[in-house]
């Protein structure tokens, strides 16, 4: 099922502070050692949802009963696997937290996916029991007739009612699974990456100090979703230093509204909520003096919206990362002092955790040279679940191969490229996407873009633009203007072979989750319904 984590290899090289945190709470369950406090701090708000507030006496009861619910059942027991499927919720919280605390896994999932899509991962993940969010009868028979016979299904209403139970919960092994997150599927078939209790609590203590949260009673909002691992970097280390957690999903005024209301510190987000909030009207006569802290990653974001994203926050350090599903959500933070100064890098390796550029040989490079970036961290997966071939490809002598293209300057500072499997190959020449879509972002009109490879009879691939523009209502001859003027501007500063040959011009670009662009899908809808036709094309769909 995975590879057992070797915790004292995790522990080289990392900070004093980092390896006494580490030791003193890794025997604990993540959902205990993020609420390792409750007694301490029982009446304070933990957890808002809408008008409800859970204090952390009553959020804790919540957990547990729900826990007890679970191992209640006669066909679930510790180590089973329990799929998740809610949306942003107090329940959803409640839910994930007891599925772990009673030594099952976790199994969290997107709630826009199909009966299909679900079938899979329910197949794949061998889950015995579907958590969900009080389904209506025919969804609940669509469910029913896609799952295995032997899967029950179970209400969150059913999950979560009772009474506190006098009885103590199991003890939970930290080296344990605790959670399968399926990977976006951008690259092929979604593979689930395994992580343990001990990853976890390792992610959470460099998480919270990387992204500048590590600090008591803050008031931290979560809108991204809840089923993906970037909520253990932004949101669920909270709890263990005292502060309160407001949960909603992402709509742009109702952002505004819960700053305003609960004061809201900081928040963690993907690039196009922050140029979504830019461009609302909402904005204006906002008092949002109280965030201190924005958090953002998944994509870049140019050095003139940052600007503006500084002047709509006054207060805050802004904070830019990267990382991975595999690597518990984060591995380098860009700081908040340095979040303008260098933008563009992704900043430092997390506290404890390694970095390596290395050539196709393994063999690591120096500064300025570039190569796939690797990472070494206690708060790396375990594996991929039942899939040990794509576990040894990716996991190699400790070492996290993420697929990415970047190089680290003489300060240590990471700078990514592209992705391994983005990269476009022209005659010969290695073409990097991120290096000419931070170019076409400079271009006013341009709101987003992606630049994908393209069939070439004679080089092999060409380089292919398409375009989001801020002006969705365009015309075709303002389109072959911009068209224009993004060829001048890439001729200007980048190498001839690496301009855009073709440009496409789409409403919208389609997106994981977590805001990361789906490159592959791109560009086989590109294939299918416009490569061959003339260069600038705006699709009516």
Known sequence: MHEKSNFALDLLGTPDWFQRALLKHCHRSYPEYLLQRTDELAKRAAL?????????????????????????????????????????SDAFVIAYLAILRAGCVAVPVNPKLTAIELSYLVSDSG???????????????????????????LSISELTSGTLSTRALPIVNPDSPAVIFYTSGTTGQPKGVVHSHRTLVAGALQASHAWGYAKEGLTNLAVTPLFHVASHSWAYPTWAYGGTLV???????????????????????????????????HKHGRNLDSVVNVRFGASPISIERLVEIQALFPNAELFHGMGQTESCGTISVLPGDLALKKAGSTGLPLPGCEVRIVDDQGNQLPPGS??????????????????PDATQDTLRDGWLYTGDVGYRDHNGLIYLVDRKKDMIIRGGENIYSIEIENVILQHEAVDSC????????????????????????AKVDELDKVAAEIKVRCRSRLAAFKVPEQIYFLPSLPQTATGKIQKRQLRQSILDCYFGKPNVRKSSK
């Open 127 to 153: 889950a015995k029991l579907y958590v969900h969010g009080d389904l209506q009868v025919a969804a609940h028979t669509t469910l029913r007739s896609a799952f295995p016979a032997t899967m029950s299904l």
């Open 450 to 473: 992606a630049v994908i490879g393209l069939p070439d009879a004679v080089m092999g691939e060409q380089v292919g633009a398409v375009i989001v523009c801020k002006d969705s209502q």
């Open 247 to 281: 949960v909603d999903s992402y709509n742009t005024e109702r952002v505004f509204d819960l700053i305003e209301k609960h004061q809201v510190s900081g928040f963690g987000c993907v690039p196009s909520m922050l140029l979504l909030m830019l461009q609302s009207e």
């Open 370 to 387: 570039r190569g796939e970036v690797l990472a070494r961290s206690p708060s790396v997966m375990l594996g991929y679940f039942e899939n």
């Open 48 to 88: 808002v949802y809408q008008d409800k507030i859970w204090t952390y006496q009553a959020f804790a009861a919540a957990v547990n009963i729900a826990a007890w619910n679970l191992l209640s059942r006669n066909d679930i027991q510790a180590g089973d696997r329990v799929v998740l499927n809610l949306e942003n």
